[in-house]
């Protein structure tokens, strides 16, 4: 085993099959020959029967995935601070992850799909397939997992829980209610992946930074420091000051965790990554998309400039979209509700409206966010992750129109700090715990009615409505939860979209009305203490566990939460007017017009990659030799 200790393996993936009829044959049954493959590939079987379902747990041995990520052509940092194409025979070369392992969670699932759906038919003639009186041939060179996937035999391929950490993290982290900003963040990492790893800890250092404006908000609204007579602009330079500084301090923290996990800052956002309309993973070598060019490089520029020009012009048009659905479709609704809830004088009344204006609003900005998704498919964005920020821009549009046009129009129009100060307590405490609520509780309703299904349709088949069904398999419970998705655009974004759009107005909120109510920051901090804790139970304890996905920084919303307000001058109102138009036309054209050509960019990632390929394996193997040398010279030296 090449000298390395075996790491402890645990059931990391599930995959779903219906439940055979015992009455049926074995031979040729689609379960058997789906185990007998897996374990041929070298994973660790088992089967586990549930109530309505069979389920098949995998586990892969360190050297399973080692062969893997060899295959993957997947890059890791050596013992020399560089990052080289993994060869398993030289394994001693690469470091460790922070928790001991050699591969991350991320790396281990890219190995776990790549092997479960690598498995191809190597006979020399088609295999039949039978399951509840069915057949289907397995044809020679046909992937298995997919084709038993188009004919619904299997439901779902989903990623495990691991109970042994999920408790751990249980007790140190979701139920560790005394430290109110500290948090595992390595062991968060480790579990879930780097995306989910790097928004926990934005969002702890983003709370133990507003401790102390809360505390000295509360203090302020408790003793009378003669502050009232300063001008406004003096607690708004203040506030710009510190969202400033957060801003500068996370971007050392965020490059800090990077370093600590090995992660090199082009994940996620190599500019060249497109090749010919193929997308190339932040886990993969682009070598085999090389060999698939071609030797006319004429046809291959021509390609690239038509694809790159189509993508701009598409997400040009598509902000233009959207722009103009905001101006002249949401932003008349906003004042028209604004307008009446300013004149309606009956507080019942003014429920009434806000209840019916809250569910129109929703449903509006939903749909705007559907039709955002749908926009966005269409402007050949290079990587998952810029389609991603793509749609964030397109849908945080939609939502800051919504949360804050009804205050705008009581501070800057009616001029009603009273009214203000209640539209604000209530944006800040009731909407966020009714939300707190809402995104805790949905999980639960959603489990509980599923098991209810399985249960009504288990009686039906057996013709009795007596007795109790019980869910005994950890396995099949976990399936029976929901997925860690956003309300909008599951193709592109996480479950990290809801929660990062909220952190996102919140923060927003703060910004532009904190100098008229200051205690917006003590029930920020305390919103977010809360949010961090439910946040975790939510993923340890509520959804399946999320497939990890490769980032290096929260995306878009860092660009988002830098935006500022500043106070100015009648006076300078038509110079900085002026100055928008020239910025608005100069980030018009660089939408349009790149700076570099993209086959440029392609060429240069080619000539990289194939001068790297030449030299990493010889690399390799002189890293591996030198730490054995070292090995030896220090046991002589004990001896």
Request: charged share 25%; net charge neutral.
């Amino acid at each position: 085993m090449n000298g390395i200790e075996e790491e402890q393996t645990a059931f990391e993936i599930g995959v779903v099959v219906p439940k055979r009829n015992e009455e049926e044959n074995e031979d040729f049954d689609c379960v058997k020959v789906l185990v007998d493959e897996f374990r041929k590939v070298g994973l660790f079987v088992e089967r586990v029967q549930g109530v309505a379902d069979e389920f098949i747990k995998l586990a892969a041995p360190l050297e399973t995935l080692g062969r893997a990520a060899a295959e993957l052509q997947l890059k890791k940092r050596t013992h020399i601070g560089m990052d080289l194409q993994f060869e398993w025979e030289e394994v001693k070369a690469f470091v460790r992850q922070p928790d001991g392992s050699l591969f991350s969670w991320c790396e281990r699932f890219h190995c776990y799909q790549h092997i479960i759906y690598g498995i191809v038919n190597k006979s020399k003639s088609a295999v039949t397939l039978k399951f509840d009186g069915k057949e289907f041939r397995w044809e020679v060179g046909e992937y298995l997992v997919p084709k038993l996937e188009s004919v619904c035999f299997i439901k779902q391929v989903f990623p495990l829980h691991d109970e042994m950490k999920r408790k751990k993290l249980l007790k140190c982290w979701a139920l560790n209610w005394w430290d109110l900003t500290d948090q595992p963040i390595d062991e968060i990492y480790s579990y879930f992946g780097t995306k989910i790893a790097i928004y926990f800890a934005f969002l702890g250092m983003y709370t133990r930074w507003m401790l102390f404006p809360a505390a000295f908000a509360i203090a302020l609204q408790l003793i009378d420091f003669g502050l009232a007579t300063l001008p406004l602009n003096v607690p708004a330079g203040c506030i710009i000051l510190w969202a400033v500084m957060f801003s500068q301090f996370w971007k050392r923290k965020n490059s800090a965790l990077l370093a600590r996990w090995q992660i090199n800052y082009s994940v996620g956002v190599d500019p060249g990554n497109k090749l010919l309309g193929m997308e190339w993973s932040s886990l993969q070598s682009p070598v085999d998309l090389i060999r698939k060019w071609g030797t006319d490089k004429t046809n291959d520029k021509e390609v690239y400039q038509r694809n790159e020009w189509f993508g701009r012009l598409m997400r040009f048009r598509n902000d233009v979209m959207v722009i103009l659905s905001i101006i002249f479709l949401q932003l008349p609704f906003e004042l028209a509700y604004a307008h009446l809830y300013e004149v309606i004088e009956s507080d019942v009344m003014k429920f009434g409206l806000t209840a019916v204006y809250l569910f129109a609003i929703q449903h509006f900005t939903r749909i705007g966010g559907k039709i955002s998704v749908r926009l966005i498919k269409n402007e050949n964005n290079e990587t998952a992750e810029k389609r991603a920020d793509s749609l964030v821009y397109k849908v945080f549009g939609l939502y800051f129109m919504q949360t804050y046009i009804g205050v705008f129009y009581h501070a800057l129009l009616h001029r009603n700090f009273l009214t203000l100060r209640q539209v604000l307590i209530q944006r800040l405490l009731v909407s966020e715990v009714l939300e707190n609520l809402l995104e805790n509780s949905l999980p639960y309703l959603k489990y509980s009615y599923k098991k209810y299904r399985v249960r009504k349709k288990k009686r039906r088949e057996k013709g009795s409505s007596t007795g109790m069904i019980q869910f005994s398999s950890r396995v099949e419970k976990e399936y029976l939860k929901p997925s860690y998705t956003a309300s909008i655009g599951e193709e592109l974004e996480d479950g990290l979209f809801d929660d990062c759009l909220e952190l996102a107005l919140q923060f927003g909120m703060i910004m532009m009305f904190a100098c008229a109510f200051p205690l917006a920051f003590a029930f920020a901090a305390l919103n977010n203490i809360t949010e961090m804790r439910t946040d975790a139970l939510k993923l340890l304890a509520m959804f399946k566990r999320p497939v990890p996905r490769a980032a290096t920084t929260i995306g878009a919303w860092l660009n988002i939460f830098q935006e500022g307000k500043w106070s100015i001058e009648p006076g300078l109102a038509i110079i900085l007017v002026i100055e928008h138009l020239l910025l608005l036309i100069k980030f018009g054209f660089s939408r349009i017009v790149p700076e570099e050509p993209a086959w440029v960019r392609a060429n240069r990632v080619k000539n990289a990659t194939q001068a790297q390929d030449m030299c990493s394996k010889q690399l390799l193997r002189t890293i591996s030799d030198g730490k054995m040398m070292f090995g030896e010279v220090k046991e002589k030296e004990r001896d």
